[in-house]
């Protein structure tokens, strides 16, 4: 088990297999030392959606754990482009989240913590990121939240 994975066992959190692309993209991309996660949608650990919008369906409590979920989903596919092997990330680069909430809702922030905070408690400094974190009037299937990420990795 690697030393990342260790840590996450301590948060009680075992990383599921990669979810596979809901259409015609590829789940990552790695150029040189840089691995692209396509984004990654908030759902349960049976696989079912976390929907609603945010601060109407869901509360921002609410939408911090679903976007935690995604975070969860992205080291999977970080691993997942690593061969298995967790421990060739380096850091977490950047974070884009999407958060499904109407246009007068404005703690897209709050919601999106959810990721950037269970990152950097699993991953320490590694998982310290630029961000950024935005409002969407929809997203793919009603999901509360979808993020993004750029991670730098050992070749």
């Given at each position: 088990m690697s030393t990342f994975e260790t840590r996450l066992a301590e948060l009680g959190v075992t990383l599921p297999d990669a979810p596979a692309p809901a259409a015609n993209y590829v789940?990552?991309?790695i150029t040189g030392d840089t691995v692209y996660i396509s984004g990654q949608i908030s759902q349960n650990p049976d696989?079912?959606?976390?929907?609603?919008?945010?601060?109407?369906d869901l509360s921002v409590e609410e939408g911090a754990a679903a976007a935690q979920t995604c975070a969860i989903s992205l080291l999977a596919q970080v691993k997942a482009a690593c061969g298995?092997?967790?421990?060739r990330l380096v850091r977490v680069v950047k974070l884009v989240g999407f958060v499904n909430s109407h246009g007068d809702f404005t703690e897209q922030p709050k919601v999106i913590n959810g990721a950037s905070d269970f990152l950097v408690e699993a991953l320490g400094d590694a998982g310290k990121h630029a961000r950024s974190a935005v409002s969407a009037g929809a997203l793919p299937f009603n999901v509360a939240v979808e993020i993004e990420g750029i991670f730098q990795i050992k070749p």
């Open positions: 789940p990552s991309v696989g079912s959606f976390i929907t609603g919008k945010v601060g109407a298995g092997d967790l421990d």
